[in-house]
């Protein structure tokens, strides 16, 4: 694999030093409020069978991070080799890990808290240049993004948990009248996916150009208040707005719904936020729904869920230079006015909120806020080699995930790009996942 350097001098490689300080610290921050916030009790239970105790998240990060920078990268000696085996995420299922002899609480802060002392040493005596693994700090980049991941794992695990709330942040902007409508996508070819990120990971690559015909893309993901729509005029009821499968999950669900919400006595709709009730807000990108579920709503409103390639190029090509951005402002990082991320509040913000991070299309919020259905199938790109471990991607190929893509409010930077791939079974919704439309293109179009 190739990966581009930012330079050879030392002043260029002291600042990588710094940039990757700052995302393994921010990532630390995040993992110890999401866990301090809790007694044992509740750092240890199972708080749903689809998620791991959170201190067997806890640990794990300080597994990874101990394989792959103290060990490999830094070539020293194991820390905890006896516990590899417990925290490897292909050998235990989620709902038989609070069975295992996990680290109580007080050791896993131990032991990640050790682990992360040897890294810094690591981090101040690797040059940062060479083999792949360690060019423009990849690894390093590769277990910030692991950490963050594990992190919005915990913070939907935090939401599935019952008692009282124990996070909290400011509420997420809102607007007074959100956009609505669509954009025209012309025909042609783009370049999707990358090779010049330096942190991007082996599913993203390499860029390839793909042609897509044209499309029509909503300028703004699906609202709460269209959702209601969708649910008032019997879109739960309809098994001809559902696919076979959708259907059968439906009923063998009991799905009536986006997952927690709650409908009172007086027919007014509410949604439990990390342990509080609040009033459905309208114009906030719907929250919790499966694929299934987009793909009704997408029947009921004679559209379609856009495809992987027609999102990515909604998000990042430039038809007035014909490249394609890093993001849909530019290459820029994300800043608090181009996107909803990195956990700054807890809930998406209205749809319509961040004018600043608009596509050159004029589409809105594609990064940020709520992960975004597809209809494409996980599966690998031309040219694609695993790297630096199959078990990434490549044993995920296949099978009936859907990729989503842009990114959650409980994303963090680093882990969201425009050529960032998430994936995930049709039938979840703990996730914090919503959907936008697409549709082909008619004569009257033209």
Not at 40 to 45: F, G, H, P, R, S
Not at 204 to 221: C, K, N, S
Not at 325 to 335: H, L, S, V
Request: net charge negative; aromatic share 10%.
């Amino acid at each position: 694999m190739t990966i581009q350097l930012p330079g050879t001098d030392r002043g260029e490689t002291e600042r990588l030093r710094e940039r990757i300080a700052q995302v393994l610290e921010r990532a630390r921050g995040r993992t110890a409020g999401l866990t301090d916030c809790l007694d044992e009790a509740e750092l240890v239970a199972q708080h749903s069978r689809i998620m791991s105790p959170l201190v067997w998240d806890l640990a794990h990060i300080g597994n990874q991070e101990e394989l792959w920078l103290v060990r490999d990268v830094g070539g020293r000696e194991a820390v905890r080799s006896d516990i590899d085996e417990l925290y490897d995420a292909f050998k235990h299922a989620r709902a038989n890990r609070p069975s295992l002899p996990l680290l109580n609480p007080g050791q896993a802060r131990e032991y990640v808290g050790q682990v992360r002392g040897k890294v810094w040493d690591v981090l101040e005596r690797n040059p940062l240049r060479g083999e792949a693994l360690v060019d423009n700090g990849f690894a390093f980049g590769m277990i910030a993004q692991h950490e963050q991941q594990h992190d919005e794992t915990m913070l939907a695990t935090h939401q599935l948990r019952q008692g009282e709330a124990v996070l909290s942040a400011p509420a997420a902007p809102t607007v007074a009248t959100p956009p609505r409508g669509e954009v025209v996508i012309a025909a042609g070819e783009f370049t999707m996916g990358t090779d010049t990120d330096p942190w991007a990971l082996d599913n993203e690559r390499p860029a390839h150009p793909v042609h897509v015909p044209g499309f029509a893309i909503d300028i703004a993901p699906i609202t709460n208040e269209q959702y209601l729509e969708f649910m008032a005029d019997g879109g739960y009821d309809r098994p001809e707005l559902w696919s076979e499968a959708g259907w059968a999950h439906r009923v063998e669900a009991g799905l009536v719904s986006p997952q927690f919400w709650e409908r009172d006595g007086g027919g007014r709709w509410w949604r439990r936020v990390f342990g509080v009730m609040q009033s459905l807000r309208p114009h906030q990108p719907v929250l919790h729904v499966c694929y299934f579920e987009a793909e009704a709503y997408a029947a009921w409103a004679g559209k379609r869920l856009p495809t992987e390639a027609e999102w990515e190029k909604a998000a990042r090509f430039d038809p007035a230079t014909g490249r394609s951005r890093r993001y849909p402002w530019g290459d820029a990082d994300p800043t608090p006015e181009t996107a909803n991320l990195g956990q700054r509040h807890l809930e998406p913000a209205d749809a319509g909120a961040y004018p600043a991070g608009v596509s050159p299309h004029g589409v809105h919020q594609l990064i940020g806020d709520v992960w975004e259905w597809t209809s494409s199938g996980f599966t690998p790109y031309p040219g694609f080699r695993p790297f630096p471990y199959a078990e990434y991607s490549d044993v995920f190929f296949g099978g009936d995930y859907r990729v989503l893509r842009g990114g959650s409010f409980g994303a963090d930077e680093v882990a969201v790009r425009g050529t960032f791939r998430n994936w995930d079974h049709p039938i979840r919704r703990q996730i914090f996942s919503g959907f936008r439309l697409a549709r082909d293109l008619t004569p009257e179009d033209a």
